[in-house]
Antibody, heavy 119, light 110 residues
Framework: EVQLVESGGGLAQPGGSLRLSCEAS????????MNWVRQAPGKGLEWVSY????????YYADSVKGRLTISRDNAKNSLYLQMNSLRDEDTAVYYC????????????WGQGTLVTVSS | NFMLTQPHSVSGSPGKTVTISCTRS????????VQWYQQRPGSAPATVIY?????PSGVPDRFSGSIDSSSNSASLTISGLKTEDEADYYC?????????FGGGTRLTVL
């Protein structure tokens, strides 16, 4: 069974940092691209970042460029999102989502981890 | 970058048919595939339509997708409405190195 489990969310101060993780099981992570998608409370979905299966291709939404960094460790079956210089508007549930490549639909999603940025 | 515009809400009675539109603001709707995701309250999104009109296994054939180049829009049609279809629905597409989601449509089954 394919599973994606996010962790690492919590409360952070503006300007602070957090590192999110997404542990994959039930499939070979190295065969798939991965995404982070977020959803602010009561709002819609917003794509955050994509990383290719090998990690060589990375894209970011303009709203997070220079502050959030996606990475992966296929040997550990894990995806990461390093979040620096956090802002109030980064408050959201963060989902990791699997895709065959950048142009593919997201066929599996995790249950999400909540990040709250507040002083 | 382009935008995808969806109606804020739609509603229908059990057994009826509803259609949710998704209009692309610039560039052709046919230039990149459109996906549709269903999100029930308190749950993660799930794909109901991918590559404009394909259904993942397990999604009933009551769900169908299409694109219309004349209106530069995509549509999700749900026939034979069931109470379990009540959810938020999001369209999604791509442009160069960017992914765009529509604002979402709340479907209420009356």
């Amino acid at each position: 069974e394919v599973q994606l489990v996010e962790s690492g969310g919590g409360l952070a101060q503006p300007g602070g940092s957090l590192r999110l993780s997404c542990e994959a099981s039930g499939f070979t992570l190295s065969s798939y691209g991965m995404n982070w998608v977020r959803q602010a409370p009561g709002k819609g979905l917003e794509w955050v970042s994509y990383i290719s299966s090998s990690g060589t291709t990375i894209y970011y939404a303009d709203s997070v460029k220079g502050r959030l960094t996606i990475s992966r460790d296929n040997a550990k079956n894990s995806l990461y999102l390093q979040m620096n210089s956090l802002r109030d508007e980064d408050t959201a549930v963060y989902y990791c989502a699997r895709a065959h490549d950048f142009w593919s639909a997201y066929d599996y999603w995790g249950q999400g981890t909540l990040v709250t940025v507040s002083s | 970058n382009f935008m995808l515009t969806q109606p804020h809400s739609v509603s229908g009675s059990p057994g009826k048919t509803v259609t949710i539109s998704c209009t692309r603001s610039s560039g052709s709707i046919a230039s990149n595939f459109v996906q549709w995701y269903q999100q029930r309250p308190g749950s993660a999104p799930a794909t109901v339509i991918y590559d404009d009109n394909l259904r993942p296994s397990g999604v009933p054939d009551r769900f169908s997708g299409s694109i219309d180049s004349s209106s530069n829009s995509a549509s999700l049609t749900i026939s034979g409405l069931k109470t379990e279809d009540e959810a938020d629905y999001y369209c999604q597409s791509f442009d160069n190195s960017n992914v765009v989601f529509g604002g979402g449509t709340r479907l209420t089954v009356l």
